[in-house]
């Protein structure tokens, strides 16, 4: 075994990090093993988020770890030496580089690696190497840093300037253009509602897309504008699953399939109860079990509802 380095008066991010790195030279964990997440580190070791964004930004520092999207902080594929005791060096990022824009994008790779409910001020400061209180001088709020969050990451994706003519066509590269920001950002989904949308500008964009597509088809107002709530549901509404999955999977440590094959002798005995005939006759007929797509799923869904808004939108239905 080897001995630890951390020392009774070391601050808690660094015995935090000795600890971990304890176990990554004990082969505990192996490069490529996911390593604690922020939050997971502040229950076991009873310390605020930040503390343990601290500590994971300082093992990344070390090259002992690295983030990698939607999987979150792993070994890294070869673990360096273990350093000599002493103190870290301070993190290159100075109060004088620091700018709203790297703010953003700091909170941003949080968010994507380690979910949204993994975020703070505090966290966005300790990854920076900068005080915590030092982010509040761009950013008056958590509230505010994700708006101008999700407007960032809305604004990653463009429309060609020529677009295509049959409004069908924009509405699924519309609506396509979203999927992918989605998948790339699972943690956009989760804020903002339809009740209570989110009134960023780039979002605005994606909009105004969707409804120039729809407009002028003799669509009245109201119809117009439910038509284009109802195309967003569908694709917001199947990514809130995205950010939904990662937070299971790193609460149980399981995979959805792991997690299922788990639940197999209660789905048995719901099965076996004789309650449910058409779930049984259905389950029963998979040839090898159900594979949940979300990918899939989407194109299926827009395909749907679009084969059943075309007569609405052409004009070839009369619609109550």
Do not use: C
Not at 7 to 31: M, S
Not at 157 to 178: K, V
Not at 305 to 311: Q, R
Request: proline share 7%; hydrophobic share 45%.
């Amino acid at each position: 075994m080897t001995k630890t380095t951390e020392a009774v008066g070391d601050p808690p991010y660094l015995r935090i990090v000795a600890a971990i790195r304890r176990r990554i030279a004990d082969g505990e964990l192996a490069p490529g093993d996911r390593v604690p997440s922020t939050r997971q580190i502040a229950g076991e070791w009873g310390v605020a988020l930040a503390t343990a964004t601290k500590a994971l930004t300082t093992l990344r520092l070390e090259g002992l770890v690295e983030a990698r999207p939607r999987i979150g902080t792993v070994v890294a594929g070869t673990a360096p030496a273990a350093p000599a005791r002493r103190r870290p060096s301070p993190v290159p990022d100075s109060e004088q580089e620091l700018s709203l824009d790297r703010i953003v994008r700091t909170a941003i790779d949080i968010a994507d690696t380690e979910g949204l409910l993994a975020l703070s001020m505090r966290g966005v400061a300790a990854r920076l190497g900068v005080a915590a209180m030092s982010p509040y001088r761009y950013v008056p709020s958590k509230d505010d840093l994700v708006l101008l969050m999700a407007d960032t990451a809305f604004g990653e994706e463009s429309y060609p300037a020529n677009a295509p003519e049959e409004w069908r066509s924009r509405i699924e590269l519309g609506a396509r253009i979203l999927w992918t920001l989605y998948r790339k950002h699972p943690w956009l989904a989760q804020i903002g509602s339809l009740t209570r949308p989110l009134l960023v500008p780039n979002l605005m964009v994606h909009g105004e897309w969707m409804l120039r597509a729809l407009d002028g088809h003799g669509l009245d107002p109201t119809k117009l504008f439910d038509i284009h709530v109802l195309l967003y549901s569908h694709v917001q509404g199947l990514a809130v699953h995205l950010e939904m999955e990662a937070h299971a999977e790193a609460a149980t440590g399981q995979s959805e399939d792991q997690w299922m094959d788990s639940r197999t002798p209660a789905l048995q005995e719901l099965v076996e109860s004789g309650r449910f005939p058409t779930f049984t006759k259905v389950v029963g007929a998979f040839e090898d079990g159900y594979d949940l797509r979300l990918d899939a799923l989407f194109e299926f869904g827009l395909k749907a509802l679009l084969d059943g808004l075309t007569p609405i939108v052409e004009g070839q239905e009369a619609v109550t």
